[in-house]
C-alpha cells in the first residue's frame, strides 16, 4: 500500500476516533468556558461562523465536517487542559427519604477512643445498646444510641422526619457550654430555597449582552489592527477598513445571529421582477425615492424666505429596523398577501396624491398606473389612508410576493454598530465613525445581486432597507409640516429642506434620533434664501 493511502487511512481512523469520543453539548460548553474563549474565537480557529458554535454547544446540531474535525481536536485538547471534575459522593440518605447533612470539619479535640465508648448491650428485640438513654442530636427524643464520638443518635430511619431539621448534623461536641433542652414543639421542617433559575427573557437578554461585547471587540480590534499595519497613518487606516468592511459586516451579522429565534433563507428563488434584466438595468420594484421641491418657492426667484438644508444622521443604519420576510418569496393574488406579519412586494395601483405642499409617499414617480413597491412603502400608504392621518385614499392591490416576517431581524446588528458609532462620536474617533458607516452601507447597498458579497442574495430586502430610509424621511416632513414649518425641499435618504424655526421641533445633533445641518454641498453654511412664486 503505497504512503499516500496510508495517510488517508490514518486520518480516517483519526476522525473515528475522535467521533467515538464526541463530548456531550453541555460537556462543549464547559470546555470553551473553562478555557476562557468566546464562539468568536472557536469559529475563526475551526472555520466556521459564531452561530454555528452555538449550535453545537445548545445540542441544536451536532458537528459536521468540514470544521468537525478541527472542533474535537481543539476540544480533545482543552479536555486534558480541563478535565471533568470528579463526581461528588452522594449524601446517605435515611429510609426516610431525608438526606443526613454532612458532618462538620471536627475541632482540634480528639474523639474518644474504642475504650471510652459505652459498653455495648442488646436489646431483647436484637437491638444494640450503646450506653445511657440521652436526646438524639438530630431529633431530639431520648435513645440509648451512640454515634462514633458519643452522642446520642438514632440509628438508621427510627429519627422521625417531622422532627428532622435542616440544620441536624452531626457536629463536634461542645464544651464550653451545656446543650439546650429539647423544645417542647419542634420547629417544622423548612425546605432549602433553590437557586433562582433565570427566566427565558433574562436568559435571552443575558446572552445578548454577551454576544454585543464580542461584537463590539470585533469593531476596535479591527480598527486598531488596521492603525497598527498603517503605523498610526488615519487615512490608510480607514482606506484598508473601508475595503473589508464587506467580510467583516457579513461576520459581524452572523454574530450578532447567535442569540436570534428566526432562521433565514440566504439565497432563496426569486420571482423574474426582483432579477435585473441586464448589468445594467434595475428589476422591477419602485423604492419610493423621493425629489420633492415645494411647487410655490423657487431658487431662481428673488426673496428674502431663508431655509436650512437638514441632514438626517445615519439614515439608512436606522432603516435596518423593518419588515423583513424570512423564508421564500410566496405569490399571492390580490390582497391576500398582505398582512402586518408579512412582508415582501406588491404591485399596486395607487391612488393620486392631492397636497402640493408635502412630498408625494410614492416619491418622484412620473409614469401613471400600476407599479411594484416594497412592503414599506405600502405601510406607509396604508397608515397614511387610515383614521389618524386621512390623507390619501388606500391602495389597489392586485398582486404580492411576501414570507413570514419580523421587525427585529436586523435589529441586534443594528443596535451593535449605533453603539460603535455613538461611541466613536463620543470620543471624537473619525476612524471607527468611518468603518462603521462603511459597513452598513455596503452591507444594505451588497445583499442584492453583487459580486461583491457571495454570502447573501435578497434584493427584496436591499429595497425595502431602501424604502423604509424615504418612508422614514417623509415622517420628518410631516413632523416639520404638523408643526407649522414650510417643506422646501425632500431628497434622498437623508437631505430635509425647511423654513423656519426646525430647533423647535428637532433635536440637534449627530445622534440617530437627532437632525444637524447639511453641509459639504453647493450651499456650504446650509443655509440659504428662496423667492415665493405666483400661486
Same mark, same amino acid.
Given at each position: 500500500?503505497?504512503?499516500?493511502?496510508?495517510?488517508?487511512? $490514518?486520518?480516517?481512523? $483519526?476522525?473515528?476516533?475522535?467521533?467515538?469520543?464526541?463530548?456531550?453539548?453541555?460537556?462543549?460548553?464547559?470546555?470553551?468556558?473553562?478555557?476562557?474563549?468566546?464562539?468568536?474565537?472557536?469559529?475563526?480557529?475551526?472555520?466556521?461562523?459564531?452561530?454555528?458554535?452555538?449550535?453545537?454547544?445548545?445540542?441544536?446540531?451536532?458537528?459536521?465536517?468540514?470544521?468537525?474535525?478541527?472542533?474535537?481536536? %481543539?476540544?480533545?485538547?482543552?479536555? =486534558?487542559?480541563?478535565?471533568?471534575?470528579?463526581?461528588?459522593?452522594?449524601? #446517605?440518605?435515611?429510609?426516610?427519604?431525608? #438526606?443526613?447533612?454532612?458532618?462538620?470539619?471536627?475541632?482540634?479535640?480528639?474523639?474518644?477512643?474504642?475504650?471510652?465508648?459505652?459498653?455495648?448491650?442488646?436489646?431483647?428485640?436484637?437491638?444494640?445498646?450503646?450506653?445511657?438513654? $440521652?436526646?438524639?442530636?438530630?431529633?431530639?427524643?431520648?435513645?440509648?444510641?451512640?454515634?462514633?464520638?458519643?452522642?446520642?443518635?438514632?440509628?438508621?430511619?427510627?429519627?422521625?422526619?417531622?422532627?428532622?431539621?435542616?440544620?441536624?448534623?452531626?457536629?463536634?461536641?461542645?464544651?464550653?457550654?451545656?446543650?439546650?433542652?429539647?423544645?417542647?414543639?419542634?420547629?417544622?421542617?423548612?425546605?432549602?430555597?433553590?437557586?433562582?433559575?433565570?427566566?427565558?427573557?433574562?436568559?435571552?437578554?443575558?446572552?445578548?449582552?454577551?454576544?454585543?461585547?464580542?461584537?463590539?471587540?470585533?469593531?476596535?480590534?479591527?480598527?486598531? =489592527?488596521?492603525?497598527?499595519?498603517?503605523?498610526?497613518?488615519?487615512?490608510?487606516?480607514?482606506?484598508?477598513?473601508?475595503?473589508?468592511?464587506?467580510?467583516?459586516?457579513?461576520?459581524?451579522?452572523?454574530?450578532?445571529?447567535?442569540?436570534?429565534?428566526?432562521?433565514?433563507?440566504?439565497?432563496?428563488?426569486?420571482?423574474?421582477?426582483?432579477?435585473?434584466?441586464?448589468?445594467?438595468?434595475?428589476?422591477?420594484?419602485?423604492?419610493?425615492?423621493?425629489?420633492?421641491?415645494?411647487?410655490?418657492?423657487?431658487?431662481?426667484?428673488?426673496?428674502?424666505?431663508?431655509?436650512?438644508?437638514?441632514?438626517?444622521?445615519?439614515?439608512?443604519?436606522?432603516?435596518?429596523?423593518?419588515?423583513?420576510?424570512?423564508?421564500?418569496?410566496?405569490?399571492?393574488?390580490?390582497?391576500?398577501?398582505?398582512?402586518?406579519?408579512?412582508?415582501?412586494?406588491?404591485?399596486?395601483?395607487?391612488?393620486?396624491?392631492?397636497?402640493?405642499?408635502?412630498?408625494?409617499?410614492?416619491?418622484?414617480?412620473?409614469?401613471?398606473?400600476? %407599479?411594484?413597491?416594497?412592503?414599506?412603502?405600502?405601510?406607509?400608504?396604508?397608515?397614511?389612508?387610515?383614521?389618524?392621518?386621512?390623507?390619501?385614499?388606500?391602495?389597489?392591490?392586485?398582486?404580492?410576493?411576501?414570507?413570514?416576517?419580523?421587525?427585529?431581524?436586523?435589529?441586534?446588528? @443594528?443596535?451593535?454598530?449605533?453603539?460603535?458609532?455613538?461611541?466613536?462620536?463620543?470620543?471624537?474617533?473619525?476612524?471607527?465613525?468611518?468603518?462603521?458607516?462603511?459597513?452598513?452601507?455596503?452591507?444594505?447597498?451588497?445583499?442584492?445581486?453583487?459580486?461583491?458579497?457571495?454570502?447573501?442574495?435578497?434584493?427584496?430586502?436591499?429595497?425595502?432597507?431602501?424604502?423604509?430610509?424615504?418612508?422614514?424621511?417623509?415622517?420628518?416632513?410631516?413632523?416639520?409640516?404638523?408643526?407649522?414649518? $414650510?417643506?422646501?425641499?425632500?431628497?434622498?435618504?437623508?437631505?430635509?429642506?425647511?423654513?423656519?424655526?426646525?430647533?423647535?421641533?428637532?433635536?440637534?445633533?449627530?445622534?440617530?434620533?437627532?437632525?444637524?445641518?447639511? @453641509?459639504?454641498?453647493?450651499?456650504?453654511?446650509?443655509?440659504?434664501?428662496?423667492?415665493?412664486?405666483?400661486?
Amino acid at each position: 500500500m503505497s504512503e499516500g493511502r496510508l495517510d488517508g487511512v $490514518e486520518a480516517l481512523l $483519526e476522525e473515528a476516533r475522535l467521533m467515538a469520543w464526541m463530548p456531550s453539548p453541555a460537556e462543549r460548553l464547559r470546555l470553551r468556558e473553562a478555557a476562557g474563549l468566546s464562539r468568536a474565537q472557536v469559529a475563526a480557529a475551526v472555520g466556521v461562523g459564531r452561530q454555528t458554535v452555538a449550535n453545537w454547544e445548545s445540542g441544536e446540531t451536532d458537528p459536521q465536517p468540514p470544521g468537525r474535525g478541527r472542533y474535537l481536536k %481543539l476540544l480533545k485538547g482543552l479536555a =486534558e487542559i480541563h478535565p471533568a471534575p470528579a463526581p461528588a459522593a452522594p449524601a #446517605p440518605v435515611a429510609e426516610s427519604g431525608t #438526606p443526613y447533612a454532612p458532618a462538620e470539619p471536627t475541632t482540634p479535640q480528639a474523639l474518644p477512643s474504642a475504650a471510652e465508648l459505652p459498653a455495648t448491650a442488646f436489646r431483647p428485640d436484637g437491638l444494640v445498646v450503646q450506653g445511657a438513654p $440521652e436526646p438524639c442530636i438530630r431529633c431530639g427524643v431520648v435513645t440509648p444510641f451512640k454515634a462514633t464520638d458519643g452522642r446520642s443518635l438514632h440509628p438508621g430511619a427510627m429519627c422521625q422526619p417531622s422532627l428532622v431539621t435542616p440544620s441536624a448534623a452531626i457536629a463536634p461536641p461542645v464544651t464550653q457550654a451545656p446543650a439546650p433542652a429539647a423544645p417542647a414543639h419542634p420547629s417544622p421542617v423548612l425546605s432549602p430555597v433553590p437557586a433562582r433559575v433565570p427566566s427565558r427573557p433574562q436568559r435571552r437578554a443575558q446572552s445578548s449582552a454577551r454576544a454585543q461585547a464580542e461584537t463590539n471587540t470585533l469593531i476596535t480590534g479591527a480598527v486598531h =489592527e488596521e492603525l497598527e499595519r498603517a503605523e498610526g497613518d488615519a487615512d490608510a487606516a480607514l482606506q484598508a477598513l473601508v475595503k473589508r468592511a464587506i467580510p467583516d459586516v457579513m461576520r459581524l451579522f452572523e454574530e450578532t445571529r447567535a442569540t436570534a429565534r428566526y432562521q433565514y433563507t440566504a439565497y432563496p428563488s426569486l420571482p423574474d421582477i426582483l432579477h435585473k434584466p441586464s448589468k445594467r438595468e434595475p428589476d422591477q420594484i419602485w423604492e419610493a425615492r423621493p425629489n420633492f421641491h415645494h411647487p410655490h418657492y423657487s431658487l431662481k426667484a428673488p426673496g428674502d424666505i431663508r431655509v436650512t438644508a437638514l441632514d438626517a444622521n445615519a439614515a439608512y443604519l436606522s432603516a435596518l429596523k423593518c419588515w423583513l420576510p424570512i423564508g421564500k418569496l410566496e405569490h399571492h393574488l390580490g390582497d391576500d398577501g398582505v398582512d402586518a406579519k408579512r412582508s415582501g412586494v406588491h404591485l399596486i395601483t395607487p391612488a393620486p396624491w392631492h397636497h402640493p405642499h408635502l412630498p408625494d409617499p410614492l416619491g418622484d414617480r412620473e409614469e401613471p398606473g400600476a %407599479l411594484w413597491i416594497t412592503d414599506a412603502t405600502l405601510r406607509l400608504l396604508l397608515r397614511l389612508s387610515g383614521p389618524k392621518y386621512g390623507l390619501i385614499d388606500a391602495p389597489t392591490v392586485h398582486e404580492s410576493w411576501t414570507s413570514g416576517a419580523t421587525e427585529n431581524f436586523l435589529d441586534a446588528l @443594528r443596535k451593535v454598530l449605533a453603539a460603535a458609532r455613538d461611541t466613536a462620536l463620543a470620543q471624537d474617533d473619525s476612524i471607527t465613525e468611518g468603518y462603521v458607516k462603511a459597513m452598513y452601507s455596503k452591507f444594505i447597498s451588497t445583499m442584492g445581486e453583487s459580486i461583491h458579497n457571495r454570502e447573501i442574495q435578497r434584493p427584496d430586502w436591499m429595497h425595502i432597507i431602501h424604502s423604509q430610509a424615504y418612508a422614514n424621511l417623509w415622517g420628518k416632513a410631516y413632523k416639520a409640516h404638523q408643526a407649522g414649518l $414650510e417643506v422646501i425641499a425632500m431628497m434622498g435618504t437623508d437631505e430635509l429642506h425647511v423654513a423656519g424655526d426646525w430647533r423647535q421641533v428637532f433635536a440637534e445633533g449627530r445622534g440617530l434620533a437627532q437632525m444637524k445641518i447639511k @453641509r459639504g454641498d453647493a450651499k456650504a453654511s446650509g443655509e440659504y434664501t428662496v423667492g415665493q412664486v405666483a400661486r
